[in-house]
């Protein structure tokens, strides 16, 4: 079965603390995702993997970085945490050709105050 | 700036009645379109996905593409409590950006 895992579910960080969201799957996909999820926007996309050491930026990559050293292996960065960026995140992942389906991870809901 | 509409509901409907859920897409080059089930503080999990102009059915949903037209649709028949979500609509133009609707919240009235 696909498996998305992100292993903080429930963060709550300080204005300026640098925080790491790291996500991992188990299904040899070679495209990961990071978007934040808020009410009335839906979900957006941040930053996106193709490939090892190689991303693209999103919509909204403002304020975050990524990091793909490992092919199962996608993080993302808050440099300095500001309170506009208390959200849910969803790491996901497709294997292949665009168009395939997207597997979400179970999400991690950030708190900055 | 590519977009993908859903009316934000909530729709509600009463047990046993079908559901319909509807999407519009602004990008015409677009290509795979999928549905979306999120329950309250989870992540969505797919339903379905189509391709093609026309109907797709799995159990009791069915998918509905027109693309002159730019938009897809879910039906739900025999819908039931436990369906009560938000229905999320997912626009691939073959570029990675899945584009996602803001999500069409249903009730299903017991």
């Known amino acids: 079965d696909v498996k998305v895992t992100q292993s903080s579910r429930y963060l709550v960080k300080r204005t300026g603390e640098k925080v790491f969201l790291e996500c991992v799957q188990d299904?040899?996909?070679?495209?990961m995702f990071w978007y934040r999820q808020d009410p009335g926007l839906g979900l957006r996309l941040i930053y996106f993997?193709?490939?090892?050491?190689?991303?693209e930026k999103g919509d909204i990559p403002e304020g975050y970085s990524v990091s793909r050293e490992k092919k199962e292996r996608f993080s993302l960065i808050l440099e300095s945490a500001s309170t506009n960026q208390t959200s849910m995140y969803l790491c996901?992942?497709?294997?292949?050709?665009?168009?395939?389906?997207?597997?979400f991870g179970e999400g991690s809901w950030l708190t900055v105050v | 700036q590519k977009e993908v509409e859903q009316n934000s509901g909530p729709l509600s409907v009463p047990e046993g009645a079908i559901a319909s859920l509807n999407c519009t897409y602004s990008?015409?080059?677009?290509?795979?379109f999928f549905w979306y089930r999120q329950y309250s503080g989870k992540s969505p999990e797919l339903i379905m996905f189509i391709y093609s102009n026309g109907d797709k059915e799995d159990g009791r949903f069915t998918a509905q593409l027109n693309k002159a037209s730019q938009y897809v649709s879910l039906l739900i028949r025999d819908s039931q409590p436990s369906d009560s979500a938000t229905y999320l609509c997912?626009?691939?133009?073959?570029?990675?950006?899945?584009?996602f609707g803001t999500g069409t919240r249903l009730k299903v009235l017991a």
């Open positions: 997912a626009v691939d133009s073959g570029t990675y950006k899945y584009i």
């Open positions: 996901a992942s497709i294997q292949g050709a665009a168009g395939n389906t997207i597997y």
């Open positions: 990008d015409r080059g677009s290509q795979s």
């Open positions: 993997s193709y490939d090892v050491k190689m991303k």
């Open positions: 299904m040899d996909h070679e495209n």
